[in-house]
């Protein structure tokens, strides 16, 4: 099925929050309390927050659409991962997500490749990504992108701590 990828605006807030909201429960619904989960996407994937990231002006969002739904996102921001490297100006690869049905396509590929034409104009930027310690595939993915590990955190689900690597790609 032919796809299309493309910049997410202000307007594509309820799209970008359906493919959030559909992809994390995909990927990670079966690994939190019902309850936990349903607070935990409302707070952060819901239209309201995705409007307001969508909504900075140094935040960016790819939609990527079959027949005209989207079936996989990744949205950046400023950095927000705790790291005494970080700096003022670094930007977060928040998430990057395909739906199952449209994965192993190269789908990531194109949405990471994407992402770093922005990130990197007009001058290269510092890159953070946070992701599961489990991911091992995540993992390699973001090394062939130049990331190394630098850190770790807990990524919270209302009571489950998740551990979360940081990893960094610098300037």
């Given at each position: 099925?032919?796809?299309?990828?493309?910049?997410?605006?202000?307007?594509?807030?309820?799209?970008l929050?359906?493919i959030?909201?559909?992809?994390?429960t995909?990927?990670?619904?079966?690994?939190?309390p019902?309850?936990?989960?349903?607070v935990?996407?409302?707070?952060?994937?819901?239209?309201?927050?995705q409007?307001?990231?969508?909504?900075?002006?140094?935040?960016?969002?790819?939609?990527?659409?079959?027949?005209?739904?989207?079936?996989?996102?990744?949205?950046?921001?400023?950095?927000?991962?705790?790291?005494?490297?970080?700096?003022?100006?670094?930007?977060?690869l928040?998430?990057?997500y395909?739906?199952?049905?449209?994965?192993?396509?190269g789908?990531?590929?194109?949405?990471?490749?994407?992402?770093?034409?922005w990130?990197?104009?007009?001058?290269?930027?510092?890159?953070w990504?946070?992701?599961?310690?489990?991911?091992?595939?995540?993992?390699?993915f973001?090394?062939?992108?130049?990331?190394?590990?630098?850190?770790?955190?807990d990524?919270?689900?209302?009571?489950?701590r998740?551990?979360e690597y940081?990893l960094?790609?610098?300037?």
């Amino acid at each position: 099925m032919p796809t299309t990828l493309r910049r997410a605006c202000v307007d594509d807030a309820a799209a970008l929050a359906d493919i959030a909201i559909a992809t994390y429960t995909e990927t990670f619904g079966d690994s939190y309390p019902p309850q936990d989960l349903q607070v935990f996407l409302h707070a952060h994937y819901s239209l309201e927050p995705q409007r307001a990231e969508l909504a900075d002006p140094h935040a960016a969002a790819w939609l990527l659409e079959a027949d005209g739904r989207a079936v996989g996102y990744l949205a950046a921001g400023p950095n927000s991962l705790p790291h005494a490297l970080a700096a003022a100006g670094d930007i977060e690869l928040k998430r990057l997500y395909v739906l199952a049905s449209h994965q192993n396509a190269g789908h990531g590929e194109r949405l990471m490749s994407a992402f770093l034409e922005w990130l990197d104009r007009p001058s290269r930027r510092a890159l953070w990504v946070g992701v599961w310690s489990e991911n091992h595939g995540a993992q390699r993915f973001y090394a062939r992108h130049g990331c190394c590990k630098v850190g770790e955190y807990d990524f919270i689900v209302g009571d489950s701590r998740d551990r979360e690597y940081i990893l960094h790609r610098p300037a």
